[in-house]
């Protein structure tokens, strides 16, 4: 892949993230916010979506992951020392944020509540296998616990069938997943209901963004048309059977688009490479991780003590100090932590894989 592609995924990264804090600055949980639904309108209220633009990357850049891969270990040791270093980081940030400031839901957090981050176990999962009930050290957290499920069906598959066998499958188990919530319901009420529901947890449900994804490497990778319109199609799917009104469907399908054209138009690539979106593609992850701790913390505290802002600018410093802290992680902390567990574990050998996923 030639750096000028790395880049523009950067980009998207960069957009998708920014989608995301916006989101949560300006319009998420709104009865917690000082404006409350004031700023509720389109496109902030769209952000979180930037979540299933991260998941059309994952599927473009797990399967070029993969193909540089030799086998099924090689691939999960990238992987979670790729992930695993911010999350330790940026786990044991909030919860000292949690303790000190006292700004979750359900604070103060505890240890025992690192447990979900740090082995990227989904909670509801954790209580099915042991009864124990753990809250994750942040809610947010639960699209990487469906990315890691990906992770692991799609590696399984590949080494075992190829790359059509891996991506078909992928989409197949979200048809599967899609058909039982469609057939039975997720209230629980029958053992079909509960199946879906189970299906829809553990991330099944957002397969299809990551089978659209692959396929858009697949296009990328040798030029077929037909292979841009299966990925299109893939993606148009996974919008228009998601669980939102209208208008929420339909920018999910301009996020489709906005990937379609990422990989097509060189224009929009150059564009997409600017050291704006590049900066935030390059904190993406942790900045995913430690927003919305810091901007539940600081938000009422500005709200307080600088009553003149605007409503418009009352989140711009929480979401100031997010990104600096995000910038220290990828910077500073990742590299040393990576560094440490691989002079720990003898993972010398294991070498960064190209463009690194970020969820």
Not at 52 to 58: P, T
Not at 91 to 98: A, D, K, P, Q, R
């Amino acid at each position: 892949m030639g750096r000028d592609r790395i880049e523009y995924l950067d980009g998207l990264r960069g957009i998708a993230i920014i989608a995301v804090v916006m989101f949560h600055g300006y319009v998420a949980f709104p009865d917690t916010l000082p404006f409350g639904d004031r700023f509720a309108v389109i496109p902030l209220r769209l952000g979180w979506q930037g979540v299933q633009l991260f998941f059309l990357i994952s599927g473009f850049v797990i399967l070029m992951s993969l193909e540089a891969c030799n086998d099924v270990a090689s691939f999960v040791a990238r992987r979670w020392l790729r992930l695993f270093p911010a999350m330790l980081i940026c786990s044991c940030f909030i919860l000292g944020l949690e303790n000190i400031i006292g700004a979750g839901p359900n604070s103060p957090k505890t240890w025992i509540n690192l447990i979900p981050g740090l082995t990227f176990l989904n909670p509801a999962l954790i209580h099915s296998l042991t009864g124990l009930s753990i809250a994750s050290m942040e809610g947010s957290f639960w699209s990487l616990y469906v990315e890691v499920v990906f992770y692991i069906v799609f590696g399984l598959a590949y080494f075992a069938g190829g790359r059509a066998f891996a991506v078909a499958l992928i989409f197949a188990i979200f048809l599967c997943s899609l058909g039982l919530r469609l057939i039975f319901g997720l209230d629980l009420s029958s053992l079909g209901s509960r199946i879906a529901a189970a299906t829809d947890w553990i991330g099944f449900i957002h397969f299809g963004w990551f089978s659209s994804g692959a396929l858009f490497y697949l296009y990328w990778s040798h030029r077929r048309w037909p292979m841009l319109a299966l990925a299109i199609s893939a993606g148009l799917i996974s919008a228009a059977t998601a669980r939102f009104a209208i208008p929420e469907r339909m920018g999910l399908c301009v996020v489709v688009l906005l990937f379609a054209t990422a990989v097509t138009v060189p224009l929009w690539q150059r564009a997409l490479s600017s050291r704006v979106l590049l900066f935030f593609g390059f904190i993406s992850y942790p900045l995913y991780l430690v927003h919305y701790p810091i901007i539940r913390a600081l938000l009422p505290a500005v709200a307080v003590h600088a009553p003149v802002l605007p409503s418009l600018l009352l989140p711009v410093a929480p979401i100031a100090c997010a990104v600096v802290t995000s910038w220290a992680v990828a910077q500073f902390g990742e590299p040393l932590v990576r560094q440490a567990i691989r002079r720990i574990a003898g993972l010398r050998h294991v070498q960064k894989s190209a463009g690194a996923v970020q969820p």
